[in-house]
C-alpha cells in the first residue's frame, strides 16, 4: 500500500499561528519574530490537511503495511523522511487490567521514543545536505541520534556528561560517534561552536531563554497518538513523561490532527508527568506563563530532570484540559517496580506517567501511560554483582526461603 510522499507544507509559529516560513531549512532555534529575550517560541511543521488518503487510519489498511516500514507508514503527516530508518514505532500497547493501558516505547531500535524524533531530526539533515548532526545528550536522545546517523551516513558528535550510563555508552561507541564528555555548563555552547564551525545539523536545542528543539523532531511523536487510535480508539486521558515537553506536544498533536481530520470528536486529556525536584511546566502552567526555568535538586529521574520549561509542553496541557504533574522518586519506583512485576522494565523516567496516573487515584478509563525507555538506560544498573550461593541443597533451599518460597 503507498500511502503517498509528505504532505509538510511549511514551518508555523506556536507563539503567533499567523507567522509562518518555508519548510526548508528547519528553524532549529525558534521563531525569529516572535521570540523575545524571555520566551523562545518553537515552530510546528503545517500540512495540506486536506490532501491526507482517507485510507491512511484505516485499521484494515493498517494490516498491508509491509513489516518493518517503521515511521513511513504516516509519511504524510510528517516531514520528509529522507534518512533511512530503523523500523522504529509500532511499539505495543500492553494491557495493565483496569482500563490502563503501557504504551511500550523500550520495543523501539535504540529501546526509547527518542527513535521516532531522531528518524525526523537525521532525515533534516540529510535534507539540508549536512556532512553530520550534533547532539547534547548523556541518554536516550544521543545513543538514538548515533543510530540514526550511522544509519544515514553521517558523522555524529555526541556531547554528554561522564557518568553517562553503561548502555548509552556502548550505544555510542558501537555507532561510530564522537564522544565529548564535558560539564553540563559547557554542552550548549559547544554545540552551537560545532553547528557553525564544522557546518553540522544540530538535534539539540540550541534557545537558552526556553527549549525550542528542533522544529522536525516532535512531529515523529505524533505517531504514538496515531498507533494508539487505530488500536484502542481516544483514550480519556494519556499520562507523559516529561521533560522538555516534545514527547507530551506530539502526542498531544497526533490527537488533535485526527480531530481536525473528522476522524475523532476530541482529544485526550494529556497530563505531563515531571520529577518533582524541577518541574518547570507545572510551575509555567502555575504562574501562567508560557515557560518557565527553576532550579532542580537531586532525583534518580535523570532523563526528564529538566530546569528548563518550553511552549509546546504548556500548549498541550492547556489544548486538551489537561494537568501538569509531579512525582517524587518514591512514586517514580513504586511505579517501576509495578511495571516490572507485569513483565515491564523500564528506566525509571519513564516509569513516571504510570507514577503520575497512580497519585491521581482511580480514573475512568481507558488511559494510556506511555513508558518511554528500557532499565537498561537507568544510572548504575549492571554494577552490582549478583550474590554468590553454595552448590548444595542446604544454601539453595535456605536462598529460596529468603525469597519467601514455601521450600
Known amino acids: 500500500m503507498n500511502l503517498g510522499d509528505s504532505l509538510a507544507t511549511g514551518q508555523r509559529s506556536l507563539g503567533d499561528p499567523s507567522v509562518s516560513y518555508p519548510l526548508w531549512p528547519p528553524l532549529t532555534s525558534g521563531c525569529p519574530r516572535t521570540s523575545t529575550d524571555e520566551v523562545a517560541h518553537p515552530v510546528e511543521v503545517d500540512y495540506a490537511y486536506g490532501r491526507v488518503p482517507r485510507n491512511l487510519f484505516d485499521r484494515a489498511a493498517a494490516q498491508c503495511v509491509p513489516a518493518g516500514s517503521g515511521l513511513d507508514r504516516w509519511a ?90 553503561p548502555a548509552v555508552r556502548s550505544f555510542l561507541q558501537a555507532y561510530g560517534a564522537v564522544v565529548l564528555p564535558v560539564p553540563t555548563e559547557a554542552r550548549w555552547p559547544l554545540l552551537r561552536r560545532i553547528v557553525d564551525r564544522l557546518g553540522f545539523h544540530p538535534v539539540s536545542n540550541l534557545t537558552p531563554q526556553s527549549h525550542t528543539g528542533h522544529a522536525f523532531g516532535p512531529e515523529g511523536y505524533k505517531t504514538v497518538a496515531y498507533e494508539i487510535f487505530t488500536e484502542l480508539g481516544v ?64 532525583t534518580g529521574a535523570y532523563a ?41 522494565w523500564p528506566e525509571l523516567s519513564a516509569a513516571a506517567g504510570l507514577a503520575g496516573l497512580r497519585g491521581l487515584g482511580d480514573r475512568s478509563g481507558p488511559v494510556v501511560c506511555v513508558s518511554t525507555s528500557s532499565g537498561f538506560k537507568d544510572r548504575g544498573v549492571g554494577e552490582a554483582a549478583a550474590e554468590p550461593v553454595a552448590p548444595d541443597w542446604d544454601a539453595v533451599a535456605a536462598r529460596l526461603r529468603k525469597a519467601g518460597l514455601p521450600v
Open 304 to 344: 526528564i530532570d529538566c530546569t528548563v520549561g518550553g511552549v509546546r509542553g504548556t500548549v498541550a496541557v492547556r489544548e486538551s484540559g489537561g494537568e501538569a504533574l509531579l512525582v517524587d522518586d518514591a512514586a517514580l519506583a513504586a511505579a517501576q517496580a509495578e511495571l516490572s512485576r507485569s513483565g515491564l
Open 76 to 165: 504524510p503527516l510528517l516531514p520528509p523522511l529522507a534518512a533511512p530508518g530503523l523500523a522504529e514505532g509500532g511499539t505495543p500497547l500492553v494491557d495493565l487490567g483496569d482500563g490502563v493501558y503501557i504504551k511500550d516505547e523500550s520495543r523501539n531500535p535504540t529501546w526509547s521514543h527518542k527513535d521516532r524524533l531522531n528518524r525526523c531530526t537525521a532525515s533534516a539533515a540529510v535534507g539540508t545536505g549536512a556532512e553530520g548532526i550534533v547532539v547534547a545528550s548523556s541518554g536516550n536522545h544521543g545513543a538514538s541520534a548515533a543510530a540514526y546517523a550511522a544509519r544515514a551516513g553521517l558523522r555524529c558528535v555526541v556531547l554528554c556528561s561522564a557518568d553517562a550510563p
Open 235 to 298: 483514550p480519556e486521558a494519556v499520562f507523559v513523561p516529561t521533560g522538555y515537553g516534545e514527547l507530551l506536544f506530539g502526542v498531544w498533536k497526533g490527537f488533535a490532527e485526527l480531530v481536525r481530520l473528522g476522524l475523532a470528536d476530541r482529544t485526550p486529556r494529556v497530563y505531563s508527568c515531571e520529577p518533582a525536584a524541577g518541574g518547570p511546566l507545572h510551575a509555567a502552567l502555575r504562574a501562567g506563563r508560557p515557560a518557565l526555568t527553576v532550579p532542580s535538586g537531586p
